[in-house]
Every structure is written in structure tokens, then in C-alpha cells.
């Protein structure tokens, strides 16, 4: 089945803790990006990658990281999280840049205190 | 800067016709996406604009004129699972950014 998987799927900690959230598709997509949702904010892009050591800033990047080693995986590093980071992320990809339907994994519901 | 504006609720029963609304202010853009989320899920694609004009899959449509940075998603036949949250987005071709509007959360009731 093609999809975006994302791990984990709620995360409770505490500020300052280093964390990761994998993402990792399977569908040989290109172009992979991480969002955080808020309400009221809609989606906003915080990094995305174009293919395979290739990544840059989108909207909301700051006290975040990404690296893009292999095609199927694109983890967020939060080196330092603050409770500003607490907020529900999204991971999604797509074929190519220009392509225009990009399929998101299910979402993990960052807590930090 | 760049913004996708959309109205941040709308209410409609069954069996009607909705239209939601996006204008954006973008310094050149691919084309006009819509995405369903529905509560605590992941967005969803629906239909894409690349041109001007009218595109229709199904029930939905979307309306696409670069004129006047305008663009809506017509719902018809309305059905309860159609409650979610609509958003509209534009991938900007200079730097490659994905950007979404702030969404409209449609009601729909018996």
C-alpha cells in the first residue's frame, strides 16, 4: 500500500529534550516536507526537501532540523523543543516539485511542557 | 507577502450546494490546490487548477481565475461526511514553497 508513515504518533516531553519524528514513504516521491498545524494558522511549512541531500527553509523553520539521507526518509529533529513547538506535525511528499497532489501521513500531536 | 485568504466557517445542510472561497496574493504561482481534513486526520488531495477555468471530479469542482487571484471549491449534493476543514494552497515556483490557506471548517447538518 503507498504511504507516509510517521513515528510517533503522540509525543509527551519536556523542554530542552532532543527528539526526532521519522517520516519515510513508499512511493519512490522526490519531494518530501514537514508541516505543523495550528489552530488558526492553517498549515505552515517548516522544511522540504527536493530529493536526496537537498533540503531548504520553508515558512516556520527556526529550532528545527531535517536531513534527507535516502529517498524514502525525511526525520525532524527538534535539537532544543520549547513549549512553542508543541503542535501537530505533518509529513507529506510528492513526485516531483512541480507536482501538485502531495500525500501526508497521519499526523504526529507533539506535546512540550 | 504571500497569503491565501479563506472565510473560517461555513454552515449548509444536506442535499445543498456549497462554495468555498480562496483569494491569494502570490507573486506567481503553479496552480491552485484543495485539500479535506477532517477532524484529527491527515489532509487529503481533491482537485488541482493548473489553468483558468472550471475543473470538476464528482461532486466537486474548483474554479480557478489567475485575473483575479480568485479561486473557490464547489460542494454539491452535500452529505454529512463532507464535514471537515477545506484549505486551498499554491506551490510558488521560485522557491519551491508550499503555502495553505488558513482553511474553512464546513458544517454541514441534517
Known amino acids: 500500500e503507498a504511504q507516509v508513515t510517521q513515528n510517533p504518533r503522540y509525543l509527551i516531553t519536556v523542554t530542552g529534550k532532543k527528539l526526532t519524528v521519522t517520516c519515510s514513504q513508499n512511493?519512490?516521491?522526490?519531494?518530501m516536507s514537514w508541516y505543523r498545524q495550528d489552530p488558526g494558522l492553517g498549515l505552515r511549512q517548516i522544511y522540504y526537501?527536493?530529493?536526496?541531500?537537498?533540503?531548504d527553509k520553508g515558512d516556520v523553520p527556526e529550532g528545527y532540523k531535517v536531513s534527507r539521507k535516502e529517498k524514502r526518509n525525511f526525520p525532524l529533529i527538534l535539537e532544543s523543543p520549547s513549549p512553542n513547538q508543541t503542535s501537530l506535525y505533518f509529513c507529506?511528499?510528492?513526485?516531483?516539485?512541480?507536482?501538485?497532489?502531495?500525500?501526508f501521513g497521519p499526523g504526529t500531536r507533539l506535546t512540550v511542557t | 507577502g504571500q497569503s491565501l485568504e479563506q472565510p473560517s466557517e461555513v454552515t449548509a445542510v444536506e442535499g445543498a450546494i456549497v462554495q468555498i472561497n480562496c483569494t491569494y496574493q502570490?507573486?506567481?504561482?503553479?496552480?491552485l490546490s484543495w485539500y479535506q481534513q477532517h477532524d484529527g486526520g491527515a489532509p487529503t488531495f481533491l482537485s488541482y487548477?493548473?489553468?483558468?477555468g472550471l475543473e470538476e471530479t464528482g461532486r466537486f469542482s474548483s474554479f480557478l481565475s489567475r485575473s483575479d487571484s480568485y479561486g473557490y471549491l464547489l460542494l454539491q449534493e452535500l452529505q454529512m461526511k463532507d464535514s471537515a476543514s477545506y484549505f486551498c494552497?499554491?506551490?510558488?515556483?521560485?522557491?519551491?514553497?508550499?503555502?495553505f490557506g488558513t482553511g474553512t471548517l464546513l458544517a454541514v447538518q441534517p
Open positions: 494552497a499554491v506551490r510558488q515556483p521560485a522557491t519551491n514553497k508550499l503555502i
Open positions: 512511493m519512490n516521491h522526490e519531494y
Open positions: 487548477n493548473a489553468l483558468d
Open positions: 502570490t507573486s506567481g504561482f503553479y496552480g
Open positions: 507529506a511528499s510528492s513526485l516531483g516539485q512541480e507536482d501538485y497532489e502531495q500525500y
Open positions: 526537501s527536493m530529493n536526496v541531500e537537498v533540503t
